[in-house]
């Protein structure tokens, strides 16, 4: 015989009574202290007596303190304390809802919400997902918990009341604007911390780490976007969203795993490619990969063999996306005549009187003048045909798988526009195949290493032989020269400018790069016949 014990026989008390006879209990009595019904056994100071009797109890109590104090009562006593759901409310699954606590008629909890024991949940009410309602609480009759709410133990939401989400502590959240960004994309109310990601020299990285049955994960990238740098963000974000997307269905075809082989792009919660905060800067997110590497640094030369093979891969499988449909988010930004123009201004202006410091570095640009325009006139004049290119190649912009060593996904796609593979080759060499970081002081430990350019090249022509043009193919070592002096030219100018473009550590820190890059250039010179020739050879397959 299923049988419940109610403490309390006024009106609420009453309700229950009925409520669990359409719940299939045989029979529902009381104990009160005042209450002269006719189904109450005893006092509520009686309780303990009738457990022998009744297995199980509730609490009809209207008053929140009075509820959650004797249904924590009769669990210590050791009675089983249902919640008592009505047949007509709709509870989803996931919900969790506390020993003791009521969900009346027609009342709604949504996914995902938990509510605590010794709560009611009143008829009409709805409580929508993702929102935690904490013991002794009363959600009043018609009242509105939207998503994401937070109800404090014994409060009150009064009857037709709408309570809109409130916000939470979260570990490493240092500004506003983050906290904004959290919420914007959905993280805010289950976030677990953040803290600083990566080593990139214009953007702000965040990892997101999320609860999960296991611990804390690492799951998702945030990052706002430098937008004096990318002065477009809703172009930058169009082309992101577009070109993986589509990689996502050619992964597909070619057996791959497009949760791991490319980026994937979370819009906000209204729908937007990118949020903006209050400053007017914007804020993206991705999906993290987990179980990948990055390297800053070629560690063993089969990475850099990867790297080849990966960008060639990248180009490759992007040969038929419609270059012309991407939005040039960064002018000229592989437009080395234009580099050169620009470096030439910020040199006359010298609006912080540093040319005096680099007179050496300046001459070594101004000799180049002329081979800044060998790419660029190629071009314009329809000998190298324009691409989907990454624009940014360095070793650091790829994921390697960290079981395999393989290379796995190509990241950090603000500058993908259309442009010369010749451009994107050229930044792998420069980048993979230095012997120091690109802000080493010491010159003496900076060499090109030709080895590593020829590992490079093999990786790269073996995925994309069959795609590039024997133009194409000449153009490569080009590249290599041309990139590495842009970007020279591009520290430089930011020296000269006054440091506005790259992030920096101390005062002298674009010079010391574009001292990097100009000891490259040089060795590249005196070494390009040989480029040339592992370009060639490696085109032909052999």
């Given at each position: 015989m299923k049988r419940l014990l109610i403490i309390g026989a006024g009106g609420f008390g009453q309700m229950i009574q009925e409520t669990a006879g359409l719940l299939g209990y045989d029979e529902a009595v009381f104990l009160d202290d005042a209450s002269k019904h006719k189904d109450v056994v005893g006092k509520c100071c009686d309780y303990k007596n009738f457990l022998e009797d009744y297995d199980t109890a509730v609490a009809a109590l209207g008053d929140n303190g009075q509820r959650l104090y004797w249904t924590e009562r009769l669990m210590e006593a050791g009675y089983q304390v249902p919640a008592i759901i009505h047949p007509s409310a709709v509870v989803s699954p996931s919900a969790v809802i506390g020993a003791g606590s009521f969900i009346m008629q027609r009342a709604v909890v949504n996914t995902h919400t938990v509510i605590e024991h010794g709560v009611l949940v009143n008829s009409g009410a709805v409580v929508d997902h993702d929102s935690h309602v904490a013991r002794g609480a009363h959600i009043g009759l018609g009242s509105v918990v939207k998503a994401n709410c937070n109800i404090d133990e014994k409060r009150k939401v009064e009857a037709g009341e709408?309570?809109?989400?409130?916000?939470?502590?979260?570990?490493?959240?240092?500004?506003?604007?983050?906290?904004?960004?959290?919420?914007?994309?959905?993280?805010g109310p289950q976030c677990s911390y953040v803290k600083p990601f990566g080593e990139g020299h214009i953007n702000e990285t965040y990892a997101v780490y999320m609860p999960t049955d296991k611990g804390e994960e690492f799951a998702y990238i945030l990052q706002r976007v430098n937008n004096n740098v990318f002065k477009d963000p809703a172009g930058v974000m169009e082309n992101i969203f577009g070109v993986t997307e589509y990689l996502r269905n050619v992964v597909r075809e070619e057996g791959g795993d497009p949760d791991r082989e490319t980026l994937s792009c979370i819009k906000t919660k209204n729908g937007c490619t990118y949020f903006e905060d209050s400053e007017g800067q914007p804020w993206r997110s991705y999906h993290y990969i987990p179980n990948s590497v990055c390297y800053q640094l070629v560690e063993d030369?089969?990475?850099?063999?990867?790297?080849?093979?990966?960008?060639?891969?990248?180009?490759?499988?992007?040969?038929?996306?419609?270059?012309a449909s991407l939005k040039e988010t960064i002018p000229n930004f592989h437009n080395t005549v234009n580099r050169f123009e620009n470096f030439q201004i910020a040199l006359k202006r010298d609006i912080k009187n540093r040319a005096a410091t680099c007179k050496q570095e300046i001459q070594f640009v101004l000799e180049r003048k002329e081979d800044c325009k060998v790419l660029v006139e190629q071009q314009e004049n329809g000998t190298l045909p324009i691409r989907v290119t990454h624009n940014d190649t360095k070793l650091n912009n790829i994921l390697f798988d960290a079981d395999t060593g393989k290379g796995l996904c190509i990241i950090d796609l603000d500058t993908i526009m259309p442009g010369l593979a010749a451009n994107d080759f050229g930044d792998s060499i420069r980048f993979g195949a230095a012997t120091a970081e690109e802000d080493e002081k010491d010159l003496s430990k900076m060499h090109f290493d030709i080895s590593l350019y020829e590992?490079?090249?093999?990786?790269?022509?073996?995925?994309?032989?069959?795609?590039?043009?024997?133009?194409?193919?000449?153009?490569?070592?080009?590249?290599?020269?041309?990139?590495?002096?842009?970007?020279?030219?591009?520290?430089?100018?930011?020296?000269?400018?006054?440091?506005?473009?790259?992030?920096?550590?101390?005062?002298?820190?674009?010079?010391?790069r574009a001292r990097t890059q100009f000891r490259l250039v040089d060795e590249m010179e005196q070494q390009f016949d040989k480029m040339t020739e592992i370009a060639e050879k490696y085109y032909r397959g052999l």
């Open positions: 709408v309570v809109f989400s409130t916000r939470r502590k979260i570990d490493g959240v240092t500004s506003r604007d983050l906290e904004d960004a959290l919420y914007a994309f959905g993280f030369p089969e990475q850099f063999y990867q790297s080849g093979a990966s960008f060639g891969h990248f180009l490759k499988q992007l040969g038929s996306y419609p270059a590992l490079y090249t093999k990786g790269y022509l073996e995925e994309t032989r069959d795609v590039l043009t024997p133009e194409e193919a000449v153009s490569l070592a080009w590249g290599a020269r041309l990139m590495t002096l842009e970007c020279g030219m591009r520290f430089l100018t930011d020296y000269l400018q006054g440091d506005t473009y790259f992030k920096i550590a101390y005062p002298e820190h674009n010079l010391v």
